[in-house]
């Protein structure tokens, strides 16, 4: 039986994978791969619409942490179910989840209108901005992962 996170990580790196010349490696991580060196930590929702909620206990902000601090950033592939992906890097998933506050669980929230830009709130803090989808692009590009 094929697992429905194996489905939502095949979702993820598809779209990477059409974009650019890209090697990808599991990690040790659960839910994590390495992309040109890079690491991309996946989470997904089931929900089948808006809001899509993403938590994380201690032992994911651990694990995140760990990444960090062996490859300088993480990038992070939040996946909203059928309907698109949100993808965040390390300063503004900073921005949303403060991790040395030891309340848990933490937790990230995508929301979208039709046809509109993602809205992503946090358990302590907001993201002033909308994210597209075209966002997968420019990270490509700032990373350096093409």
Known sequence: MIKKIDFFHG???HRFLSNAEIIIKR??????YLLNDKAVYI?????????WT????????????SLYK?????I????????GIVLIDYEEFRKLIAIYNSKFPKWIKANRQKREKYTVTGSDGVLTYKIGENRLKEFLEVQNIF
Do not use: Q, W
């Open 11 to 13: 979702a993820v790196i």
């Open 27 to 32: 990690h040790d991580i659960a839910s994590t």
């Open 43 to 51: 989470k997904y929702s089931s929900n089948r619409i808006s809001p």
């Open 54 to 65: 993403f938590t994380f206990n201690e032992k994911h902000i651990e694990d995140i942490e």
């Open 70 to 74: 062996e490859y300088g950033e993480v």
């Open 76 to 83: 992070f592939a939040l996946l909203c179910n059928e309907d």
